[in-house]
């Protein structure tokens, strides 16, 4: 069946109706969310690069000594490089007629279209973000897969882990239900580093697959988070103390890490930014964009997991 016109499903011919706005069929930013809600989007002020300072190694010269005067080393301490990130840039440009806003007058509309227009490039905007968190690397913008491989190893922020081992994240695999609670206590273990760490995961996502396999391992004892995320009907699990989400465009991969070493970083001036709205020259038309410089960002890749098959 083709599908209705633009126009003719967003007003009426002649009657009067009551604004109000069209039913979305595609978005749902779950994970994005929860980074929100975490502290985990930075709106920060760019400069040309993003920077992440790194205390990667305990002094060297750290030793006990085997006599009172036992010399000790005299070379400059090194212990301190940093991660550094190129800017990505995500553009939606939002474009329509005079024809089509003279068709769209306040007294005969179904939805505000312009004003829809404006939504819908927001959620474009978000979209975006979330299907690319789960990819290598999208146009300059990285990933999880990049900050959290399944081996450990990999290059990031232009330090290679496999030369620089410090920098690797933790791993760990799992077969079906039998043995992905077990993986992913020891990926977070791994991560955590210790009992009583501030650094643990505090999220973990994946698809929703994944997730309903080690939510059927939990019936018998479930978690969830909070009432009311419970009455809300959001369906956010527990695992230690970190919060669970599955995402539309997430993968049987399940990725664990904190706000404080897994950020993503915007632009102060410039995210989810409506640019001015312009006439378009030589067409009778009217256009803007919704603009953002960004990137997503790890200080710390030892406090990031990856559980997968």
């Known amino acids: 069946m083709a599908l209705v016109s633009q126009i003719i499903a967003a007003s009426y011919a002649a009657v009067v ?3 109000r706005k069209a039913a979305n069929q595609w978005v749902e930013s779950a994970f994005m969310r929860e980074m929100e809600r975490q ?3 930075e709106r920060i002020d760019f400069g040309s690069q993003i920077e992440a300072t790194l205390d990667y ?13 036992q010399p000790t080393s005299l070379a400059e301490t090194e212990v301190v490089t940093s991660a550094v990130y190129s800017l990505a840039e995500l553009s939606v440009p939002v474009t329509w007629s005079k024809k089509t806003e003279a068709q769209n007058p306040s007294a005969n509309q179904k939805i505000a279209l312009v004003k829809q227009l404006v939504t819908n490039g927001i959620d474009s905007h978000d979209n975006a973000i979330e299907q690319a968190f789960f990819v290598t690397s999208t146009n300059g913008f990285l990933g999880l897969p990049t900050h959290a491989t399944s081996t450990g190893t990999g290059s990031d922020g232009g330090i290679d882990s496999s030369v ?9 695999t799992y077969v079906d239900d039998t043995d992905i609670e077990s993986a992913m206590t020891s990926g977070w273990n791994a991560a955590t580093k210790g009992s009583g760490s501030k650094l643990s ?3 973990a996502v994946s698809d929703g697959d994944t ?12 978690r969830w988070i909070d009432t009311d995320e419970l009455k809300a009907g959001f369906k956010i699990l527990g695992f230690k103390t970190t919060r669970y989400v599955f995402s539309q465009f997430g993968t049987s991969t399940i990725y664990m890490g904190n706000p404080k070493n897994l950020t993503l970083q915007v632009s102060k001036t ?7 709205t312009q006439e378009i020259p030589n067409a009778n038309g009217y256009t803007f964009k919704i603009y953002s410089t960004l990137q997503f960002i790890t200080n710390n890749r030892s406090r990031l997991a990856a559980i997968h098959v």
């Open 17 to 19: 109706a009551e604004a």
């Open 39 to 41: 502290g985990a989007i």
């Open 57 to 69: 190694q305990a002094n060297p010269g750290t030793a006990f000594l085997t006599s009172s005067m």
């Open 164 to 172: 620089d081992v410090w920098w690797g994240n933790k791993e760990a």
């Open 201 to 203: 995961p505090t999220f």
């Open 211 to 222: 997730q309903a396999i080690f939510e059927g391992t939990q019936q018998a004892n479930q």
């Open 270 to 276: 410039f995210f989810r930014d409506r640019g001015e």
